[in-house]
């Protein structure tokens, strides 16, 4: 029986439980509390260098990307993102490997003693995890996704050495403003002072560059002051002062990665004086990079792509990814989403790339039943559509209705992923499809 009523608690799931009631809001924007308890553990001045990572998508590549290069440099990373998919252990990485039970326990303990009664969230208490873990483990830098938004992130709560603005676009309306120029300026409040800035949207509202000259933060845009140019199997970088020919396409599948990868390589250039990174660990990175969910293809007589698109612009993408490689037979889509998402505004994006749908019911705070989900996607939903208990069914009844050179793609939710890639880690029915090479 998990215990909630005060910690010390033995395990990482009854610690876990207990922060999940421990806070009024699981969703509270500010860095008071934070700030606060991070200050009593000496942990708002790092040691190491930081990277601050934003962006509506985006996000987690470019944390892997930059993850993969500086390992095969040689140094110590430490590495905090969210959600996690199967482990909540992933979400804390130190070379590469994810924080034990034991590591985390221990972290959450020592926050608990510092807090002093301070309440704090399940997101507030993993950034200070993560901050703890990597200062006793010494890291050379970390690397910090930032989890909404950016300004009243948890994770703003430390000075970053170099921010970098992935993808912006709606998402999180009812906390971040209905506008891409009001979400823009609060993912911009990452930015410091005096310090480097990267933006990887190519085309990002007028208020972050606006935001950078108010506090007078060096931002470098995509376009204006670097670029990927693709050249065939290979693409070229183009920055300030450095030009990088022939590079290896990013090992992460999608249009999308190439801006991503190369947001990634002017964030390298902007630390380089401290983290200088050789040619063959660049090559290698890139080419070496993983990261589940993000258009992860598991090859076989019918091709199975998972994607953790939740999003319009993420939508739009996955629907152009998908059409730089079609497929001899159907495209199912294995949807389910959470209730606050434009849905309509996502299918409609996917829509081109469609044959059949199946929807999947959510089980989860905010997610929606099959039915519900048909109901918000009238105008623009192709027939045929199926509705399912769980992802996991709709899965097997896509299986079922393919035939070899089908396709099936499984998105809308992080929480649709996870469902699909723990199906695959139990392994329970030998006849459900996955290869277990």
């Not at 995890?129 to 009243?152: K, S």
């Not at 971040?176 to 990002?204: F, H, N, T, Y």
């Not at 589940?292 to 091709?303: K, M, N, T």
Request: net charge negative.
């Amino acid at each position: 029986m998990i215990r909630t009523v005060s910690p010390p608690f033995d395990t990482l799931q009854e610690w876990l439980a207990w922060q999940e009631t421990l806070h009024p809001r699981a969703i509270d924007p500010g860095l008071e509390r934070i700030a606060a308890v991070a200050g009593r553990m000496q942990l708002l001045t790092p040691e190491y260098a930081v990277v601050t990572v934003a962006g509506t998508n985006g996000k987690g590549s470019c944390v892997a990307f930059l993850e993969s290069i500086l390992l095969c440099a040689g140094y110590r990373v430490g590495a905090y993102t969210s959600p996690h998919l199967l482990r909540y252990n992933e979400r804390v990485r130190i070379e590469g490997g994810e924080a034990g039970n034991a590591a985390l326990c221990n972290a959450f303990q020592r926050i608990n003693e510092a807090r002093d009664g301070i309440s704090l969230t399940y997101f507030e208490f993993s950034t200070l995890a993560a901050l703890y873990l990597f200062r006793q483990e010494r890291v050379d830098i970390a690397l910090l996704e930032v989890g909404l938004g950016g300004r009243l992130d948890a994770v703003n709560v430390v000075d970053p050495d170099v921010a970098l603005l992935a993808g912006i676009d709606l998402d999180h309306t009812d906390w971040l403003g209905e506008s891409r120029e009001q979400i823009g300026w609060e993912k911009a409040g990452i930015m410091r002072a005096g310090k480097a800035a990267v933006c990887g949207d190519p085309g990002p509202p007028q208020s972050v560059s606006k935001h950078a000259v108010e506090i007078g933060a060096r931002l470098f845009r995509a376009g204006p002051d670097f670029k990927a140019v693709r050249d065939g199997e290979k693409w070229n970088w183009e920055g300030p002062e450095t030009r990088y020919t022939d590079l290896p396409l990013p090992a992460l599948q999608g249009v999308h990665q190439l801006r991503n990868a190369a947001a990634v390589i002017m964030a390298l250039e902007l630390l380089a004086d401290r983290y200088p990174v050789a040619w063959e660990c660049l090559l290698a990175g890139l080419s070496r990079t993983s990261l589940p969910g993000r258009f992860q293809i598991i090859p076989g007589d019918v091709e199975l792509i998972l994607d953790v698109a939740h999003n319009v612009q993420a939508a739009a993408t996955l629907a152009e990814t998908l059409g730089t490689r079609p497929c001899a037979g159907r495209t199912s889509i294995v949807l389910g989403m959470l209730a606050d998402k434009d849905i309509d505004g996502f299918v409609e994006a996917l829509a081109p790339q469609a044959d059949c749908w199946h929807f999947a019911s959510l089980p989860v705070e905010r997610g929606l039943d099959a039915a519900a989900l048909v109901g918000q996607t009238g105008r623009c939903v192709s027939w045929p559509v199926k509705c399912h208990e769980s992802v996991y069914l709709a899965y097997l009844d896509a299986m079922q209705d393919a035939r070899a050179g089908d396709r099936i793609v499984v998105c809308g939710s992080f929480h649709t992923v996870a469902e699909l890639l723990m199906m695959k880690d139990n392994q329970e029915d030998p006849d459900n499809g996955w290869n277990k090479n």
